[in-house]
Structure formats: structure tokens, C-alpha cells
């Protein structure tokens, strides 16, 4: 996938990770992980979540059909 | 709690499909280029990992507090029979404010689509090129009989550039109404059709059960790629690129902007969507773990994947130079870069800028029902004649951004006027709406019902202290460090003075520059980007002295060997003219377009809103009648 190369030119040219960048990764990492983890656990603990729960464009505007409304 | 009607119970495997059903839906619909081409370029120009700090403060404090405040004030409004945002704003308090902060938030969905669906059709174009083998043909004859790794990489970045260039019309206005520009032109035509299509027929609804399905493989696709890259040998020096805090950075106030203008994109706060979309809710439908679990899908996608993949990946293969672009350099010259050197690339990069494509399209369909339900509200008109007028608008506001291409100066300025300026303003108005005049504990009350997730304590002292305080803080900051370049940007004259001013301060580094520095005098200068600030000062006192201190040169007083120059000066002086006025003409245009929209909404509410609200009392007391 790479080329030797190419990791011997990288290899050279940072120092890694950081232990603030380290910290940083993880923390904003983990923070939004487990903010999904929560959101999709109480999604999953729902009984009927799909009927009072939507995204934006899976809601209905109920103005689609000009020859209903006439 | 839901007034649903008694159903056949269940099974276990259906239920659980719905759930899934309802995942795949919210995490469908935060998908978008926000997350995959803006967000990586922001964070690594703007401190790294020390990003991370504005921007989780910008969600926490602006994101999801005002996503909850747009959700519960757009449910609200729908109950009052209003589903623009000037209706809903106007449903909450009948005050002319209310029209002007929802006109506000009636036009920005409208002028970012007109250049939204610009980039949209570069998405398609690039993903047409990849199937078609065009970038694999490209970059064989851009490296053909190369050997040597680095110049391998500067014919594949050069040429990719290259081809960003021509084909987006980066290099000239215009150029994409030429006939070398007509791949692009039909791309344009497609996405642009593709949007008024879907919406005329009414089949948004269609497109997001596609998307489905869809944007989850994109998301798939893109876990696959963050576990190769996270297991890439070097790979912590390309993280180490991406998330080292770069600390003093956080004094930089751009930065604070940047993030929080981030979150506003890539949330779709602050400009009245979500409000128009939870206006079609029912009553007791749930909005506060819908927005969250919106909001959750947007940074996992942002934050997750984005953040670990695009400029790690940058940096192990094309090095720190091509891994710190612009938005557009990191997604439309980096990115098609990288995948010559991933094997299966061509089809790779066709399915991965195919499906950003369909993510945009999902995107700038949502931009256009705020203002098809004002045409329906506001003016009676049926939707295909909605649909009808509003293609004629954006069309009429895309056209000059597509011609206007040259360094994307047209998209670039309106981009940020709306991003930077204007959703500011626009979320400001609404956050003091909802907790000044609906009133917090009201808003609180209104926002919980159906909920299945109740607000957190303290959400009424945030939306009414904190989060006004920071966005008032943040465009203050804006308004004095940001925007004075801006507006010297529109000025013709000064940019062409500037412009002239430019090649002889080029010309006399060059020849002057190593002595000034007390460098050897064979020595090559350093580029004036790479000076110490003590080196920097010590330049500009040097130029300042020989050009004056007044970005008009005068000529007459300057040595032969730069007065030679002024042929050179004054040609370079035209372009950055024409470049500050069609910056300034967009400008004029962005607040003409705000005051006819603000005029609109108010002619509106008088002619038929007053009326429509007047007939869907409010439902408890406290809920003011117009």
C-alpha cells in the first residue's frame, strides 16, 4: 500500500505523538464515542423510537402532493 | 405518551430493524462535506489538537444547546400552523425582529446552496473522472519513468492541482462555461437538476431512505480505511501531524472562529433547517434525543473518522507540505493524490467521491424547504410553483459563483459573509428569542414533552447567559480582527495598489533581502513565509524605508532597477482590482438579497402568516396570538 520509500521520507519528518497530542486524540475521540454509545443506547432501549424519532429529510412536509391539496 | 394508534405487536426482529432504521436515518443525515473536506484542513491549520479545545466548547456550549433550541422552536411553530422560519420565529413573538432574524435564516440556506451545489458538482465530476480512469491516466504520465519517491509525489500533487485548476475553474473566471469546461458544466446541470427534481417530485423522503443505506456504507468504508491507516507503519507521525496541540494558537481569536463557524456548518445550526424540518413534527414527537443523536452521528463522522483519516493519511503519503492545505486543497488536490498510491485507487476514489456527492445532495436538498414552505406560507403559492420560483432564484445566484471561479473568490467571499457574519447574527437572534421571550423555563417545558430524553439542569441559566455571551464574544472578536482584511479585500483600488506594491517588494527582498538579514550574499533569501518575527520586523522596516509607508508606491522615488518594474506592477495591479470589486459586488448583492428577504418576510406575515397563526391558537396558556 505504501512504499518504503515513502515511510523512510515520513519516518523522518515528525516526531510522533505528542503525550498532549495523545491526550488530545483521546479525549475528543472518546468523547464523542461516548456520546454515540449513550445516544444509540437509549435509541436501542426505546420500544418505538422510528415513531417519534427522525432525521431531517425522513420527516414528511405534508406538502408534496399539489393535486391532494386541490 | 405518543397518540399512536394501537398496532399488531411486533416481532423481536422487526423491532429491532426499526430501531436500526432509526440510526441509519440520523446518521444518514449528518453526513456531509463538513465533515470529510472542511473540518480535517480546519484543524490542522488552526493549532492541531489545540483546535480541539475551541471547537468542543463551540459544540457544547453553541451546537447543541441552540440544535435543541432550533428543534423545540420549529415543533412549537408547526403547532401554530407556520413552517418557515419567519412564520415560526413570528409564531413565538410578533415583533418585526422576529421577521428580520427569520429572513435572515429564510436566505442563508438559499445563498449556501447556490455555492454548496457548486462543490457538489465537483464531487460528481471527480468521481465520473476516477470511473472513467481519467486521474489513473493522469498520474502514469505525470510520473512516468520517475523513480525517486519525492519527485514521484510533486508530479502526482502538480498534477492533481493542476487538474483542480482547469477542471473547478480555479485558474480563470469563466472557465467552466468554456468548452473545455463542459464535463464540469453537465455535472453542474446534473446536481443542480438532481436537487429540483427530487424536491418537485417530492421524493426527499425517497432519497433519504436510499441514503439509508448509502451514507452508512460511505461511514463503513470509512472505518475500513481508519483501521488500515491506524495500522500503518510511521502512523503516530501522522497523528502526531494532526492532533499535537500547537498551545498559543488558542490566543489567535480566528481560531475560536474557525470553530465555531465549523460547528455551525457542519451541524446546520443557526440557519433556520431544523427549524423549518421540526415544524412538521407532531406535537409530542421527540426533539432533544433526536438533536443529540443527530448531533452525536455529525462528530463521529467529523471527529472520528475525518479527524484520524484525511491529514494522517496526507502526511504519511505526500509529507507535511501537501498535508496542511486549504478545505478545498486537502479534498479536491490531497485526497485524489493519495489514492494513486492505494492499490484498486481508480474505483476507490470514484466510490468515495460518489458517495460524497450523494451526501451533499441529501445537504442541499434540506437548504431548500425553508424557503419552498415560505413560497407555500407566506404567498399561497403550490409547491411545484414554489419549486419553480426558488430554481429561478438559486439559479439566478448560482450562475455569478460558478463564473466567478478565479481562486474561488466568489464562493470564498460568500462562504465566508454567510459563515462567518451572518449565521452569527441569525443563531444570536435566535438563542435571545428562545430564551428572552419564549423564555426558558416555558422553552424548557415545551422542549420536554415527548421527550425521551429530558434537558439537562442548568440548560435555561446556559441559553440564556452562556451561550448568547459566547457568540456575542466570538463576533466581536470577528469584527475586529477578521473582518477589516475582508473589507480592505473589496476595495479596488488598495488591492491593486497592494497588488503593484507586491512585485517590488519581491523584487527587492530578492536582490536585497540576504544583506538586510546578514546573510552571505551568494545566499539564496528565505522565503519571507519561513522568517523569525525579529527577521519579519526587520524586513518590513527595510521595505518601508526604500517603497514608503503607504501602500501606493510612488515610482518616481525609486531606484532604476525597481522603477523598471512598473509595466510589471501595474499588470499585476488589474486582476487584483477586478478580483476586490466582484468581492465587493457579492457583498453589495449578500445585504440587497438580506433586505428584499427581510422585506418578503414581513409582506408575508401581514398577508397571510398573521392570519394562518391567528387560526392555530396557542395550545397553552402563554402561547401569545399575534
New interface residues.
Given amino acids: 500500500m505504501i512504499r518504503p520509500a515513502c515511510m523512510a521520507a515520513v519516518m523522518g519528518a515528525a516526531d510522533g505523538l505528542t503525550p498532549a497530542g495523545w491526550a488530545m486524540m483521546i479525549g475528543s475521540v472518546g468523547m464523542v464515542l461516548a456520546l454515540c454509545a449513550f445516544c444509540i443506547r437509549r435509541v436501542l432501549r426505546e420500544p418505538h423510537p422510528e415513531e417519534y424519532m427522525h432525521a431531517p429529510l425522513d420527516i414528511d412536509t405534508h406538502d408534496t402532493n399539489d393535486d391532494e391539496e386541490s | 405518551?405518543?397518540d399512536?394508534s394501537p398496532q399488531t405487536p411486533r416481532t423481536d426482529r422487526e423491532?429491532w430493524g426499526?430501531?436500526i432504521?432509526?440510526?441509519l436515518?440520523?446518521a444518514?443525515?449528518?453526513v456531509g462535506l463538513g465533515n470529510f473536506l472542511r473540518f480535517p484542513g480546519e484543524a490542522v491549520n488552526n493549532g492541531?489538537?489545540?483546535f480541539?479545545i475551541p471547537?468542543?466548547a463551540s459544540l457544547l456550549i453553541l451546537g447543541i444547546p441552540i440544535c435543541w433550541c432550533e428543534w423545540t422552536m420549529g415543533r412549537l411553530g408547526g403547532r401554530r400552523g407556520v413552517?418557515s422560519p419567519p412564520g415560526v420565529l413570528s409564531a413565538i413573538w410578533n415583533h418585526p425582529l422576529a421577521r428580520f432574524v427569520g429572513g435572515l435564516q429564510l436566505m442563508l440556506p438559499v445563498v449556501i446552496y447556490m455555492y454548496y451545489v457548486f462543490v457538489e458538482a465537483w464531487c460528481l465530476y471527480y468521481a465520473v473522472q476516477f470511473f472513467d480512469g481519467a486521474f489513473e491516466n493522469l498520474f502514469g504520465q505525470a510520473t512516468e519513468g520517475l523513480t525517486?519517491?519525492?519527485d514521484v509525489?510533486r508530479n502526482v500533487v502538480g498534477a492533481s492541482g493542476g487538474f483542480f485548476e482547469t477542471a473547478c475553474g480555479q485558474g480563470e473566471n469563466g472557465a467552466i462555461f468554456t468548452l473545455t469546461g463542459r464535463g464540469m458544466l453537465l455535472c453542474v446541470a446534473v446536481s443542480f437538476g438532481a436537487n429540483f427534481l427530487l424536491i418537485y417530485?417530492?421524493?426527499?423522503?425517497g432519497?433519504?431512505a436510499f441514503?439509508k443505506v448509502a451514507m452508512p456504507l460511505l461511514i463503513g468504508c470509512a472505518v475500513l480505511i481508519l483501521i488500515?491507516v491506524l495500522t500503518?507503519?510511521?502512523i503516530?507521525?501522522?497523528?502526531?501531524?494532526?492532533?499535537?496541540?500547537d498551545w498559543p494558537k488558542l490566543a489567535d481569536p480566528n481560531v475560536w472562529l474557525a470553530a465555531a463557524g465549523q460547528i455551525f456548518f457542519s451541524l446546520?445550526v443557526g440557519f433556520g433547517?431544523?427549524l423549518t424540518?421540526?415544524s412538521?413534527?407532531?406535537s409530542?414527537?421527540?426533539v432533544v434525543?433526536?438533536g443529540?443523536?443527530?448531533?452525536?452521528?455529525n462528530?463521529?463522522c467529523e471527529?472520528?473518522l475525518a479527524?484520524?483519516i484525511v491529514v494522517p493519511t496526507a502526511?504519511?503519503?505526500l509529507?507535511?507540505e501537501n498535508a496542511k492545505g486549504s478545505t478545498f486543497g486537502l479534498g479536491f488536490v490531497t485526497l485524489p493524490s493519495i489514492m494513486h498510491?492505494?492499490?484498486g485507487g481508480r474505483w476507490f476514489g470514484g466510490l468515495w467521491f460518489g458517495l460524497l456527492w450523494l451526501g451533499a445532495l441529501?445537504s442541499t436538498?434540506?437548504m431548500l424547504?425553508p424557503a419552498?414552505?415560505f413560497l407555500?406560507e407566506g404567498f399561497g403559492l403550490?409547491?411545484?410553483a414554489s419549486v419553480i420560483v426558488l430554481g429561478l432564484i438559486t439559479l439566478a445566484g448560482a450562475l455569478p459563483i460558478m463564473y466567478f471561479s478565479k481562486n474561488a473568490i466568489a464562493l470564498d467571499h460568500a462562504d465566508f459573509w454567510v459563515n462567518q457574519l451572518m449565521i452569527y447574527i441569525g443563531a444570536t437572534g435566535q438563542v435571545l428569542i428562545f430564551g428572552w421571550v419564549l423564555g426558558a423555563h416555558r422553552g424548557i417545558r415545551e422542549a420536554n414533552r415527548?421527550a425521551?430524553?429530558r434537558l439537562p439542569r442548568g440548560y435555561g441559566f446556559f441559553i440564556r447567559y452562556i451561550t448568547p455571551t459566547f457568540l456575542i464574544v466570538v463576533f466581536v472578536s470577528w469584527a475586529t480582527v477578521h473582518a477589516p482584511d475582508y473589507v480592505r479585500g473589496m476595495i479596488p483600488s488598495l488591492q491593486g495598489k497592494l497588488a503593484a506594491r507586491a512585485v517590488y517588494e519581491k523584487a527587492a527582498y530578492e536582490k536585497l533581502g540576504p544583506a538586510w538579514l546578514d546573510l552571505a550574499p551568494a545566499a539564496a533569501p528565505l522565503a519571507r513565509t519561513d522568517l523569525s518575527d525579529e527577521q519579519a520586523d526587520l524586513v518590513d522596516a527595510q521595505l518601508t524605508e526604500l517603497l514608503g509607508p503607504s501602500p501606493d508606491v510612488r515610482v518616481d522615488r525609486l531606484p532604476d532597477w525597481l522603477r523598471k518594474l512598473e509595466p510589471e506592477a501595474t499588470a499585476s495591479a488589474e486582476p487584483a482590482e477586478t478580483q476586490a470589486a466582484i468581492a465587493g459586488g457579492l457583498f453589495v448583492c449578500l445585504i440587497l438579497l438580506l433586505a428584499i428577504t427581510v422585506i418578503l418576510s414581513h409582506v408575508a406575515y401581514r398577508h397571510r402568516m398573521a392570519r394562518i397563526i391567528a387560526a392555530h391558537p396557542a395550545a397553552e396558556p402563554g402561547e401569545d396570538s399575534p
Fill in positions: 405518551m405518543n399512536v423491532n426499526s430501531k432504521g432509526v440510526i436515518a440520523v444518514g443525515s449528518a492541531g489538537g489545540a480541539m471547537y468542543i413552517n525517486d519517491h519525492d509525489v417530485r417530492g421524493v426527499s423522503r432519497i433519504e441514503c488500515r500503518l507503519p510511521g503516530s507521525a501522522g497523528l502526531g501531524f494532526m492532533w499535537n496541540p446546520s433547517l431544523i424540518y421540526a412538521y413534527l407532531r409530542d414527537d421527540d434525543l433526536s443529540l443523536s443527530a448531533t452525536s452521528a462528530e463521529l471527529v472520528v479527524g484520524l502526511f504519511l503519503f509529507g507535511a498510491f492505494m492499490p441529501t436538498l434540506s424547504q419552498i414552505a407555500e403550490r409547491r411545484r415527548g425521551e430524553l
